[in-house]
C-alpha cells in the first residue's frame, strides 16, 4: 500500500485500523505501528484517518479505552490503577485526565455515582 492511494481506495484500510484499535486498544499503539501494520505512511495514516473518521488516531483510541472503562468500573471492583494498566494507560494520572475529558467526572465519581443510581 502506498500514501498515494485515493480517498475512495483508502476508505477499506481506513475500516481495517479502525476495526484493529477497537480490538486492540488495551495495548500499547502508536502512529508508527500502525503504519507498518498497514503498510502506509503514518503521515498520511494520520491525515486521512482523521478526515475519515473526525478523530485523531489518539482520540480514537482513547474513546474506546474509555468506554472499556465504563464496563469496568461499573461490573468490576477492580482499583482505579488496576483499570488504567488493563486499559492501556501506564500512567494513573492521565487516565483520570483523559477519562473527565471524555465523561467530565474521574473514574471513582463516575463509578460511585453510577452505582449508587443502580442500587
Same mark, same amino acid.
Given at each position: 500500500? #502506498?500514501? %498515494?492511494? #485515493?480517498?475512495?481506495? &483508502?476508505?477499506?484500510?481506513?475500516?481495517? =485500523?479502525?476495526?484493529?484499535? =477497537?480490538?486492540?486498544?488495551? /495495548?500499547?499503539?502508536?502512529?508508527?505501528?500502525?503504519?507498518?501494520?498497514?503498510?502506509?505512511?503514518?503521515?498520511?495514516?494520520?491525515?486521512?484517518?482523521? /478526515?475519515?473518521?473526525?478523530? %485523531?488516531?489518539?482520540?480514537?483510541?482513547?474513546?474506546?479505552?474509555?468506554?472499556?472503562?465504563?464496563?469496568?468500573?461499573? /461490573?468490576?471492583?477492580?482499583?482505579?490503577?488496576?483499570? &488504567?494498566?488493563?486499559?492501556?494507560?501506564?500512567?494513573?494520572?492521565?487516565? /483520570?485526565? =483523559?477519562?473527565?475529558?471524555?465523561?467530565?467526572?474521574?473514574?471513582?465519581?463516575?463509578?460511585?455515582?453510577?452505582?449508587?443510581?443502580?442500587?
Amino acid at each position: 500500500r #502506498s500514501d %498515494t492511494l #485515493s480517498l475512495h481506495d &483508502a476508505l477499506p484500510i481506513f475500516y481495517e =485500523v479502525a476495526h484493529y484499535i =477497537v480490538e486492540h486498544c488495551t /495495548e500499547r499503539i502508536s502512529l508508527e505501528d500502525l503504519a507498518g501494520r498497514f503498510y502506509i505512511n503514518k503521515f498520511y495514516l494520520s491525515r486521512i484517518f482523521k /478526515e475519515v473518521t473526525s478523530f %485523531t488516531i489518539n482520540d480514537y483510541l482513547n474513546v474506546n479505552r474509555i468506554k472499556k472503562a465504563h464496563r469496568l468500573l461499573l /461490573e468490576t471492583d477492580d482499583s482505579i490503577t488496576s483499570i &488504567a494498566e488493563q486499559l492501556g494507560y501506564e500512567n494513573i494520572t492521565y487516565f /483520570e485526565r =483523559v477519562f473527565k475529558k471524555y465523561r467530565n467526572m474521574t473514574p471513582l465519581k463516575y463509578r460511585n455515582y453510577y452505582r449508587s443510581e443502580t442500587e
